[in-house]
């Protein structure tokens, strides 16, 4: 299950494979499975995660913290619109894709914890979403887009 937040202890045998002793879930969102936008809105945020990170990359801990504080908030969001574009527009600033600006300031620097405090007008949503979405493109990171 993609969406559970796993701590797993294993050993490697002197053959070089990996026999897991004991796997123990941490968290496991259950409030993205009670709404179906929330959920695919969550696979959208793994599926980038997923593109944009490999083992051993050393800034994966900043983009692991970003997916599980995002996937948190997202189970209790009123305002998952607003979030999402947070969360792509962190996305792009930590892998280097993304300066900050007046325009992204206020989503780079606030924890995705603050996103319902975020005030857009129409035409500032509609600009950051072209502008996410440009980069995403960009970068070789376009995704099917959530529905949100």
Do not use: C, M
């Amino acid at each position: 299950e993609p969406l559970n937040f796993v701590e797993i202890h294993y050993n490697q045998a002197k053959s070089g494979y990996l026999y897991v002793q004991e796997a123990k879930v941490l968290y496991p969102f259950t409030g993205l499975r009670t709404d179906y936008q929330k959920l695919e809105l969550s696979f959208y945020f793994l599926k980038l995660i997923s593109k944009g990170t490999y083992e051993g990359l050393p800034d994966n801990r900043r983009l692991f913290d970003l997916l599980g504080n995002s996937l948190r908030q997202l189970e209790v969001s009123q305002q998952p619109q607003i979030l999402k574009l947070q969360f792509e527009l962190k996305y792009l600033y930590y892998l280097g894709f993304l300066g900050i600006d007046d325009d992204t300031s206020e989503f780079v620097s606030k924890p995705v914890s603050l996103h319902g405090q975020i005030e857009l007008t129409d035409d500032e949503y509609a600009y950051l979403s072209q502008l996410t979405r440009r980069r995403l493109k960009e970068s070789d990171i376009e995704l099917k887009e959530s529905r949100l």
